[in-house]
């Protein structure tokens, strides 16, 4: 995928809240703006990388782009496992990614136990890989440092917050 590392930021929207309550995996969601201008490239399936929380420090992430098939979902979402523990839910903050690897396609499973497991290599596998000297010094990356002047600069409104989608160095 030559649109590896992808950089995208966007608000955090609501989203089915199954992440946190059915699977024990939050995810933070990015608005249908963010989603609708991926570059073509970037297929439906699992990435791993790079993910902050409005001015917090930059943590391991794993993405799930798609349509989720287990669950059936009929609009395409980008759904970020933030590999960190938060003491509450961040919905409205601005959270910044990057896209380094790939892990995966999205498939369906034939219970929700075989889909947690899947999610968990995911995450065990992008931990493993963020490691690697390539992928670690993104996380430096001043895309993060930039977040905070780039989304303060921005109006209040969730329509033109969600619109921020950056890529490329």
């Not at 790079?50 to 098939?69: F, L, Q, R, T, Y």
Request: charged share 20%; aromatic share 10%; glycine share 8%.
């Amino acid at each position: 995928m030559k649109s590896l590392p992808y950089f995208c930021r966007g608000e955090v929207i609501r989203g089915f809240g199954r992440g946190s309550k059915e699977l024990g995996i939050p995810t933070a969601n990015f608005p249908h703006s963010v989603v609708d201008n991926l570059p073509a490239d970037i297929s439906t399936g699992i990435y791993y990388g790079w993910a902050c929380v409005a001015n917090g420090d930059v943590h391991k992430m794993v993405m799930s782009i798609g349509w989720n098939p287990y669950y059936k979902n009929t609009k395409k979402s980008m759904e970020t496992h933030v590999i960190h523990t938060f003491k509450e839910d961040f919905y409205g903050e601005i959270l910044s990614v990057v896209m380094v690897g790939y892990i995966r396609p999205e498939r369906s499973y034939d219970s929700l136990e075989a889909l947690i497991a899947a999610i968990n290599n995911d995450i065990e596998e992008a931990k493993v890989n963020l490691e690697l000297p390539e992928h670690l010094k993104l996380r430096e990356d001043n895309f993060f440092t930039s977040a905070s002047t780039s989304s303060s600069a921005l109006p209040s409104t969730t329509e033109s917050t969600s619109q921020t989608i950056i890529n490329g160095h």
